[in-house]
């Protein structure tokens, strides 16, 4: 009997919260439930997982610029550069790859997450995409995923659920799912002149007279980037996934740049009046 876990990155929880959902529904089908694992911090995507044949792995990112995340393509699949190996190890596990966006699109984040989870040893058997609160903003897809979206989740997870049992010891062959192929590059945000607006190195200030030096935000930082000894200052790598300025309890945290401010407004403008669906690949 394969069991099945849940296993995400999740700035702000809303990856979290969907595959877990989608784990949940195929354990209740009947199928041992392992224990979820979560790589959002750092020292998690140091080490090794390894998965085998009676594996069922409900693996989730956010989509970033339309694409799975840069900064965990390392984890996902090595460098040649590093001389470092993938930090995944599929076995001939089955796999359900989920991304998560803010409303905009996905474009290629889940073909991508797809093709990673084959390349390294995974059958992929069933896809989503699902839609969750934009990091950049409190408004668009504000508080997704919503009920009717895990309800959505969960029935998703009862059809992969089903899917499975009915594969016996057959393999599936590679879901399909939307996206193109060779992958395209990296959305970039632009003014409505159509220039880029560059945001790579923007990151959140700090509003001193209202932290309390509570130290939400480093346990927040998947990147490692503030430090215990100097909560809500961000020293290092700032990927834009907000879970600091979103977890911050009194705050304290806040995004001024022109060009962030632009874009998130933007996107609010251009994006927030249509509710966006899930899509589900089975």
């Known amino acids: 009997m394969r069991k099945v876990r849940a296993m995400y990155f ?8 969907t595959v877990t959902a989608i784990a949940d529904a195929i354990a209740a089908e009947g199928f041992p439930k392992a224990e979820n694992i979560n790589f959002t911090p750092a020292p998690a995507r140091k080490q090794t997982y390894s998965f085998g044949e009676d594996d069922i792995v409900v693996f989730g990112v956010p989509v970033i610029a339309g694409r799975v995340p840069n900064v965990l393509l390392k984890f996902l699949q090595g460098s040649a550069k590093d001389d470092l190996p993938p930090s995944i190890e599929g076995g001939g596990a089955l796999a359900v790859p989920v991304v998560l966006y ?3 699109n996905y474009d290629d984040a889940l073909i991508e997450l797809r093709n990673i989870l084959e390349e390294q040893g995974f059958h992929t058997v069933a896809g989503g995409a699902f839609i969750g609160e934009h990091s950049f903003s409190r408004k668009l897809a504000a ?3 919503d009920a009717d979206d895990l309800e959505k989740a969960a029935a998703f997870g009862r059809a992969v659920a089903a899917k499975i049992a009915g594969l016996g010891d057959e393999l599936p062959e590679p879901v399909q799912v ?30 001193r007279e209202k932290c309390n030096g509570c130290g939400e935000c480093v346990e927040a930082c998947p990147m490692g980037s503030i430090k215990p000894e100097e909560p809500g200052v961000v020293q290092g790598i700032c990927i834009k996934c907000c879970g600091c300025e ?22 609010e403008y ?13």
Request: glycine share 12%.
């Open 10 to 17: 999740s700035g702000t929880g809303t990856t979290e919260k």
């Open 143 to 145: 508080g997704r995923p």
């Open 270 to 282: 251009l994006y927030g009046e249509t509710r966006r669906e899930p899509e589900m690949f089975i």
């Open 246 to 267: 979103k977890k911050c309890p009194q705050g304290a945290l806040y995004f001024d740049d022109p060009g962030y401010i632009y874009h998130k407004e933007e996107l």
């Open 102 to 104: 803010g409303n905009r």
């Open 178 to 207: 939307k996206g193109e192929t060779p992958i395209r590059d990296y959305y970039k945000p632009r003014d409505r002149h159509g220039e880029h607006i560059n945001i790579l190195k923007v990151k959140p200030k700090l509003n």
